[in-house]
């Protein structure tokens, strides 16, 4: 796989028609009682299959959380796998939600385990050990995105604080613009990306400011509280940001029998949303 993977992002975008992307964060006891047995892992497996098929041509990217799956230990890192070669059958951009940080060859195997293993055609990763451990997954034709202003409320205690000029996320953020500006693509994005939060609107535009570059994978949507209006400013020319929501699209209230039409109306519902946001 040799083409950008940033460029690869824009291009699913562009499919889809929206920088919508899904959550799959599947926790068992809130799957449709339809799908939901004694066999964990076999049920999560159900129900993201029938949410990759509910969701296709509404979005173009999806995001598994490996903690969902990994808590079932083999089995689940199994479903985990075929999860992700069936949403690339599908042709989804794959983001594995893993926030991988560590140094040197373990690194070099969390990596592994991302891009050969579970096939992500982008990973999350914790650079706060420094830049050097995100080096490992930066290969060619994926994507990596860094956690730089995260949607987590305690967040703020390590983020917010000082740290030179300005603060510890902004720090992170140059480091980030630094870092990428070796792997740009023809649609002028780096493939080293941030995670910039949907609920910090606040600092939503020195985010972009310090890194013009940057696609912003944003967390936060919808279930924890960010709206259109708190992503806007993240957004350069409509363009920029994939914008993810989870629990609003996989449990949308008053749905009985038809999970799958109530996951597929509610993402077509995030789609448009964000589309609208993405437009300005």
Known sequence: MTAHGGDRLCEAIDRAGSPACVGLDPVLDRLPGAVRG???????????????????????????????????????????????ARAKELGFFVILDAKRGDIGVTAEHYAAFAFDAMGADAVTVNPYMGFDTIEPFRRDGRAVFALVRTSNAGSDAVQSAPAGAGTVAEAVARGVASAGESSMGARAWSDLGAVVAATKPADAARMRELMPKQIFLVPGFGAQGGTVETVRELFTDGAGAVVNASRSVLYPEGVGADWAGGIASAAEAFAEQVGVAARG
């Not at 497996?45 to 230990?73: I, N, T, W």
């Open 38 to 84: 004694a066999d964990a892992p076999g049920s999560l497996e159900a129900f993201c299959m029938g949410v990759l098929d509910a969701v296709h041509g509404a979005v173009g990217v999806v995001k598994p959380q490996s903690a969902c799956f990994e808590r079932y230990g083999s089995a689940g890192v199994a479903v985990l796998e075929r999860v992700c």
